[in-house]
């Protein structure tokens, strides 16, 4: 053993339920050579994601000292709030984080330890760990590191990937180019991206169940093991050993279908698999707290139909006869930054469809709102999905942020680009109000995106723009991860419409109940995925 030995470690934790049956995986690589050096993983019975992620990363850690009890650490996990709290950028606040993260802070001087956040796609052998330790935990076994395959499937992965594409997430445009492109000048070739390369999965048909109310990180069936690897050790193996898959086979079900992982999108909604790309040019546009689509008057919905757009493509080439269609292959989409969008509940202002924006008076969640918000946690937790918050900043939001976090142990962060549009003079006022105290401004409202509400509101265009940037900001933090995002009918419609390439009048044409939850995928190479909207089936 030398102090000068460099070591990295991986780890990764999840539950499936959040709080539910919950694993941690860790493994401890040579920082020069690469080579597996231990690997750590454990069922922990019922948890949440972040107690899991914590749990893998005190077990890394200790099998890193083990090894080699004076080398420095090169941390890499696919948990932002870890890597945050434990570089000390974030504050920990959550009860049960906090003595995870202070035994963490006591295996290593805190001056031998870095931390460094990855995408998930580059965390597979931690995350694979951490499945296999909760399918044995289902089975009622032991992890055991004989039986273990994390290690070859991590450098499958990586001998099978390709490299990182270009272009902001979410742009539609830019994602579309590429997208056909590589179709007329591959058609009919195989995919050598991530869509096509198994990632580490739970069990085929397994259900992720659900078990909300027991207290997060209640120890269950110890189920750990450790697996220190040296060369020509029994644990070491190579290419062509035996190896008992048992997490994710039988789970590439079609073109582009992607296993899901323990921590991540388990649920068909809201789990990865390749996009559709569009074709058309995002345009920007905005929307209203009470209903557009409701209020607009006949004539006015349609009021850019058949208009030719300036910044608009001057063709769109015609999908030659015989080839896939886009979102069945093409460039890699890799794993998708994952935002759930759930517009807040009612306030006193919702049900008589006044103008509630940002400008105005901040109301509170009504009773009515306050019992939406408790249906929408309850069916997040059960669903187990989520592994970040954001909320707008205004009340109503924060409120049913803080619900939904209650049920998942997470932390809420305000995102202030997700507030709702500034309605100037209007704020309070119902759609009639406004026609009968300023028609003019109205139609003018109406007629353009780039016209603002009286009293120097916030135009469509502009509420876009701010959109656009805070989409762009959130998929870089949260590549490959599910966030949920509370904010407001216009940053919701807008969302969806620029992932769809839609025009500006899209946006009165979707309903978005209080309280809806809506979901859209964003992959790297800029194609965008809308996988659900105004979903209020747990309001029922």
């Known amino acids: 053993m030398t102090s000068a030995r460099e070591l990295v470690v991986e780890a990764d934790g999840g539950s499936r339920g959040n709080p539910g049956p ?35 990363l005190v077990a890394g850690l200790k099998a890193a000292r083990e090894l080699f009890p004076d080398a420095t650490v090169h ?15 974030w504050k920990i606040k959550h009860p049960d984080m906090k003595p995870l993260a202070a035994e963490a802070g006591r295996v290593f001087p805190a001056g031998r330890v870095r931390y ?35 290690s070859l499937d991590a450098s499958a992965a990586r001998n099978a990937a390709a490299p990182p594409p270009s272009g902001p997430p979410g742009d539609a445009r830019a994602g579309a180019a590429r997208a056909r492109a590589a179709l007329s000048g591959t058609a009919g070739t195989p995919s050598t991206g991530a869509s096509g390369t198994p990632t580490a999965g739970t069990s085929a048909g397994t259900p992720g169940t659900s078990t909300a109310g027991t207290s997060a990180g209640t120890p269950g069936t110890s189920t750990a093991g450790t697996s220190a690897r040296t060369p020509g050790s029994p644990a070491a193996r190579t290419p062509g050993s035996p190896a008992a898959r048992t997490s994710d086979a039988g789970t590439d079900t079609g073109a582009g279908a992607r296993p ?14 390749d996009a559709t790309a569009t074709s058309s040019t995002p345009v920007a546009s905005g929307d209203f707290e009470a209903e557009a689509g409701a209020l607009a008057p006949t004539g006015h919905a349609a009021r850019t139909t058949g208009a030719t757009r300036a910044d608009a493509p001057a063709s769109t080439p015609v999908q030659p006869r015989g080839t896939v269609p886009q979102g069945w292959a093409g460039p890699d989409m890799g794993a998708p930054a994952t935002f759930v969008l759930l517009r807040h509940g009612e306030t006193a202002l919702t049900p ?7 400008g105005g008076s901040d109301p509170e969640l009504s009773a009515a709102g306050l019992r939406q918000a408790e249906a929408v946690a309850a069916a997040l937790a059960a669903r187990g999905t989520i592994q970040e918050i954001v909320s707008s900043p205004l009340t109503r939001c924060r409120q049913t942020a803080a619900a939904v976090a209650a049920r998942l142990g997470l932390d809420v962060r305000i995102e202030q680009g997700l507030r709702e549009t500034d309605f100037g003079a209007w ?17 003018a409202w109406l007629a353009s995106p780039k016209a603002a509400p009286t009293g120097g509101g916030e135009s469509f265009a502009t509420v876009a723009r701010r959109v656009a940037a805070t989409r762009d900001r959130l998929t870089a933090a949260h590549a490959g991860r599910t966030v949920l995002l509370v904010t407001h009918v216009t940053p919701i419609k807008t969302l969806v419409r620029l992932a769809l390439g839609a025009p500006p009048e899209s946006l009165f044409r979707m309903e978005l109940s209080a309280a809806s939850i809506s ?15 105004n979903d209020t089936s747990h309001l029922r």
């Open 22 to 56: 919950a694993g941690y995986g860790a493994v401890v690589l040579d920082a020069a050579t690469g080579e597996t050096l231990a690997e750590a993983a454990e069922y922990i019975g019922v948890a949440t994601n972040n107690v899991a992620e914590y749990k893998g």
């Open 75 to 89: 941390v890499r996990m696919d948990s932002k709030l870890v890597v945050e709290q434990m570089s000390g950028r």
């Open 116 to 150: 460094e956040w990855i995408p998930r796609e580059r965390n597979k052998h931690a995350d694979r760990l951490a499945n296999e330790a909760m399918d044995a935990g289902r089975l009622g076994r032991r992890w055991e590191p004989s039986g273990s395959t994390a």
């Open 260 to 273: 899901t992982t323990g921590d991540g999108p388990n649920d068909g909604l809201f789990a990865a698999e």
């Open 352 to 358: 008589e469809k006044r103008f509630s924006g940002s």
């Open 427 to 443: 704020e309070g006022l119902t759609f009639g109000e406004v026609r009968e105290r300023y028609p003019e401004d109205l139609d």
């Open 519 to 533: 979901a859209v995928a964003y992959y790297a190479d800029g194609n965008a995925s809308v996988r659900l909207l």
